[in-house]
């Protein structure tokens, strides 16, 4: 099973909201990555991160590699009907890791 | 550019049978990577391909094998199939060299029932 510790599980929020998810893990990485999954399709790559401390945007959404190497977050702000799906975090040292994922729903 | 392409998308075998799943990679792309997805177990890794060898193997039994060409497309295989098999298969395909821990970027998946 998942080895990253995931939250919350889901969320359910009204568009315009911004949204906050994180993944903690026991063991370091040196690499985070966050995908999003919607039904019938595979897990899309929203954001990377390499470095301790890295703090990286893509659009309305922002993502942070913990200093302790241990955790990472995703910032979703101002959320819209299209942001609905799954979130996953990834671990990565010598294989991948995954959260076992954040589903978002987004009301209108 | 065209990304990660699996097939099947669809598959549908009994119990004990034998299944063959392909995942070609975004061009260029040298490692592959598989992944079982399940909604109680959630992904879980299950081995890594790069220049035709296996360079990671996750915690899987011996009925799940995979290889990879020289071309890097890559197949695994599962055998004497059981009804707990049943999930999406994805397939993760990524630069493998250079950079340390390129990103991967994922198929759209193999959907495998067992009946």
């Known amino acids: 099973g998942q080895q990253l510790n995931q939250s919350p599980q889901s969320m ?20 985070w990555l966050w995908y999003k999954q919607e039904p019938g399709e595979g897990p899309v790559l929203l954001i990377a991160l390499y470095k301790a401390g890295e703090l990286t945007s893509n659009g309305r959404l922002t993502a942070q590699f913990g200093i ?19 979130y996953f975090c990834a671990g990565r040292l010598n ?7 954040t589903r978002l729903t987004v009301k209108p | 550019k065209a990304g990660v392409t699996q097939t099947p998308r669809y598959l549908i075998k009994t119990r004990g049978q034998q299944v063959t799943l392909s995942c070609s990679p975004i061009s260029g792309h ?11 177990q959630g992904l ?8 035709e060898t296996q360079r990671n193997k996750g915690n899987f039994p011996g009925r799940f094998s995979g290889r990879q060409f020289s071309n890097s497309r890559s197949e695994m295989n599962v ?20 950079p340390p821990n390129q990103p991967q970027h994922f198929g759209d998946g193999t959907r495998l029932s067992i009946l």
């Open chain 1, 95 to 101: 294989d991948m890791r995954f959260g076992a994922g």
């Open chain 2, 44 to 51: 879980q890794f299950l081995f890594e391909y790069f220049s």
């Open chain 2, 79 to 98: 055998s004497t199939l059981e009804l707990g098999d049943s999930a999406l298969y994805l397939c993760a395909s990524s630069l493998g060299q250079g």
């Open chain 1, 12 to 31: 359910f929020i009204q568009e315009g909201e911004d949204v906050s998810m994180n993944c903690t893990s026991s063991s370091i990485f040196n690499t």
């Open chain 1, 68 to 86: 302790t190497r241990k955790d990472s977050f995703l910032n979703i702000s101002a959320s819209i009907p299209s942001d609905v799906g799954i």
């Open chain 2, 30 to 40: 040298r490692s592959v990577s598989w992944y079982q997805q399940t909604p109680g």
